[in-house]
T-cell receptor
Framework: NAGVMQNPRHLVRRRGQEARLRCSPM?????VYWYRQLPEEGLKFMVY????????ESGMPKERFSAEFPKEGPSILRIQQVVRGDSAAYFC????????????FGSGTRLTVV | GNSVTQMEGPVTLSEEAFLTINCTYT??????LFWYVQYPGEGLQLLLK?????DKGSNKGFEATYRKETTSFHLEKGSVQVSDSAVYFC??????????????FGQGTRLTINP
């Protein structure tokens, strides 16, 4: 019974490249959330998706960042033209419904921009 | 907007000491409150939760009581172990304008237990 699977665990990109982060939710979970954790800080909400729909992207930067959760396959967080300030840990969580159902977090993708 | 403020770390204790990590919140409505734990290199794990005032969440010897009058949800444990060393996050559920029920996190408190 696999949990939330994120890959890659570590990703190194040069400034200006694209980063693609993948998240496969737990079986039976149709709600996916992406959070970003800067060093020594708490997690900040980025985006909430259900299959084929973005429900709330109020925490996403307006430029360079996008997210999708297609009918088939994992959820993808895409960062175009990365900059050093994008270096962070990106966590995906899934749930059957909202936060009160309980989130299950993945182990995260640690992005380093050099 | 809704927010969570945690006791600043790092916190260092000896094994078997009593632990308190303070957490206060600001929220409209009646959020649920959570404590999550993050071990090195891993994602967050739900430690305990409380969904309404005066509820007590408990797990693995940790406890926290939802205090509406003081807007607090302090984490306590009577006798800590080396294996409790981790970063602890207090959080509340925030329905937001689009019903997302996303979580709002505090900044985290790093706990180190020495043998």
């Amino acid at each position: 019974n696999a949990g939330v699977m994120q890959n890659p665990r570590h990703l190194v990109r040069r400034r200006g490249q694209e980063a693609r982060l993948r998240c496969s939710p737990m079986k039976g979970h149709s709600h996916v959330y992406w959070y970003r954790q800067l060093p020594e800080e708490g997690l900040k909400f980025m985006v909430y998706l259900q299959k084929e729909n973005i429900i709330d992207e109020s925490g996403m930067p307006k430029e360079r960042f996008s997210a999708e959760f297609p009918k088939e396959g994992p959820s993808i967080l895409r960062i175009q033209q990365v900059v050093r300030g994008d270096s962070a840990a990106y966590f995906c969580a899934s749930s059957r419904g909202g936060a009160n159902y309980g989130y299950t977090f993945g182990s995260g993708t640690r992005l380093t921009v050099v | 907007g809704n927010s969570v403020t945690q006791m600043e770390g790092p916190v260092t204790l000896s094994e078997e000491a009593f632990l308190t990590i303070n957490c206060t919140y600001t929220a409209t409505g009646y959020p649920s409150l959570f404590w999550y734990v993050q071990y090195p290199g891993e994602g967050l794990q739900l430690l305990l939760k409380a969904t309404k005032a005066d509820d007590k969440g408990s797990n693995k010897g940790f406890e926290a009581t939802y205090r509406k009058e003081t807007t607090s949800f302090h984490l306590e444990k009577g006798s800590v172990q080396v294996s409790d060393s981790a970063v602890y996050f207090c959080a509340l559920s925030d329905r937001g304008t689009k019903g997302a029920q996303k979580l709002v996190f505090g900044q985290g408190t790093r706990l180190t237990i020495n043998p």
